[in-house]
């Protein structure tokens, strides 16, 4: 079964850092990858989705990365913002029997202070 | 904009009550799935659904049973509601397992409390 893993658990910068947040997966087999951003007590909010044959995505100041062979993808969060603020989630779409499926990892919790 | 909207923010049920959470998209995606959210645990996934009428188990559909007699509304229904069904749920709508690019998109949530 694919298993995700988020490192950091937590991170806490000031205001205006470039931050990478990590997720790595151990089956490569992947459809697709997708980042979310999920503030307290509300539902998820899509950022950005990768297709495994793309190396990367970008919106605004976010860019994601992906490197299937080894099992991980960044997300690039620049000039971090006290509104960036929130839990970031990654999860993998899965192929063949598992496709339609996403596999979450349990998060990073970010926060930027001023 | 995708919407999916789901029928309570917060939802308080006494232990044996049966239960119905609601969750409507606008986009006439083929995929619904029914997920619920833990401290520690993550998001695990009880049901989706790939078309109207068919159902799949996730990793935890013990407890829930779900319906989607229409293309737009998935139900998931917990027969006799227990203390440890307390949680958030949410409902995620995605295009199609046969699109290229088949994004999921979730609604708010339904933080329900089982007393």
């Known amino acids: 079964k694919q298993e995700v893993t988020q490192i950091p658990a937590a991170l806490s910068v000031p205001e205006g850092e470039n931050l990478v947040l990590n997720c790595s997966f151990t089956?490569?087999?992947?459809?697709?990858l997708q980042w979310f951003r999920q503030d307290p007590g509300k539902g998820l909010t899509s950022l950005l989705l990768?297709?495994?044959?793309?190396r990367e995505q970008t919106s605004g100041r976010l860019n994601a990365s992906l490197d299937k062979s080894s099992g991980r993808s960044t997300l690039y969060i620049a000039a971090s913002q006290p509104g960036d603020s929130a839990t970031y989630l990654c999860?993998?779409?899965?192929?063949?029997?598992?496709?339609?499926?996403?596999?979450f990892g349990r998060g990073t919790q970010l926060t930027v202070w001023p | 904009d995708v919407k999916v909207t789901q029928s309570s923010r917060y939802l308080v049920k006494r232990t044996g009550e049966k239960v119905f959470l609601e969750c409507v998209q606008d986009?006439?995606?083929?995929?619904m799935f029914w997920y619920r959210q833990d401290p520690g645990l993550g998001l695990r996934l009880i049901y989706f659904?790939?078309?109207?009428?068919?159902?799949e188990k996730g990793d935890i559909p013990e407890g829930y049973s779900v319906s989607r007699e229409k293309k737009e509304r998935f139900s998931l229904i917990l027969e006799s509601a227990s203390t440890n069904q307390t949680s958030m749920y949410l409902c995620?709508?995605?295009?199609?397992?046969?699109?290229?690019?088949?994004?999921?998109?979730f609604g708010p949530g339904t933080r329900l409390t089982v007393l």
């Open positions: 659904s790939y078309d109207v009428k068919m159902k």
């Open positions: 999860a993998v779409g899965g192929r063949g029997s598992t496709l339609g499926r996403l596999y």
């Open positions: 990768i297709q495994s044959s793309q």
């Open positions: 986009m006439d995606h083929e995929n």
């Open positions: 995620a709508s995605s295009p199609s397992f046969r699109a290229l690019w088949d994004e999921q998109f």
């Open positions: 089956d490569s087999a992947i459809y697709n």
